[in-house]
């Protein structure tokens, strides 16, 4: 249950922060509006959770070969959180430009999740960090992408249905830096778990 809650936080962090998704989905609901973003809203939805099931099923083969690789991916993985947290919390405010595009379909949004580079670190780094060598792989992958599920809903919501609020806020610098610095140190306690459990593996176990 700790290690949910804490992939919880990881997908609400890396979900409803700025990135290529929340965008496009922001942008195409202040030019289109939301009834009109609804297939690209959902293809974000559902289509990012199908993403971390197939990556995490991909782990899963590749750790059951190798184990040890696991503990050495899920270092890299934490080392990227960690950066990933700074570079969010130290982002200078920028300005988000209104989109010219039409909407995304539903396979069009779904697709874009695979050239996203974002949404591929978001996948490999959760894997990478809250699977376990013993656990059982398919009720781990399980988890993580149901709170992606859970997450995604709300998080990319919020950008769709607020699309002109977020809009006016994030143009003022000072929200904006404050909201950045919020999700850097929900992210940071989001590993909190996963920095026990590789202090337990390379040193607990040594003493």
Not at 168 to 191: D, E, H, P, W
Request: proline share 4%.
């Amino acid at each position: 249950m700790e290690i949910f809650i804490a992939v919880l936080f990881f997908a609400f962090s890396t979900t409803i922060t700025p990135g290529p998704n929340n965008v496009m989905i922001m942008s195409s609901g202040v030019n289109y509006g939301v009834r009109a973003s609804m297939r690209h809203f959902l293809g974000i939805c559902l289509g990012f959770p199908l993403m971390v099931l197939l990556v995490g099923f991909g782990f899963g083969v590749v750790f059951e070969k190798f184990p040890n690789l696991h503990q050495l991916i899920k270092v890299v993985g934490v080392l990227y959180l960690l950066w990933l947290a700074w570079h969010i919390a130290s982002a200078e405010p920028k300005a988000i430009k209104r989109g010219e595009r039409k909407p995304f379909n539903f396979w069009q949004a779904a697709a874009f999740q695979w050239v996203n580079a974002k949404a591929w670190m978001m996948a490999s780094g959760a894997v990478a960090a809250y699977t376990t060598v013993h656990g059982n792989p398919v009720t781990e992958v399980l988890a993580i992408t149901l709170a992606f599920l859970l997450m995604a809903f709300p998080c990319v919501g919020i950008w769709l249905l607020f699309g002109r609020l977020l809009r006016k806020l994030l143009a003022n610098s000072v929200f904006q830096r404050v909201f950045n610095v919020t999700m850097g140190l929900i992210l940071v306690a989001s590993i909190v778990p996963v920095l026990q459990d590789l202090w337990q593996f390379y040193f607990a176990r040594s003493a």
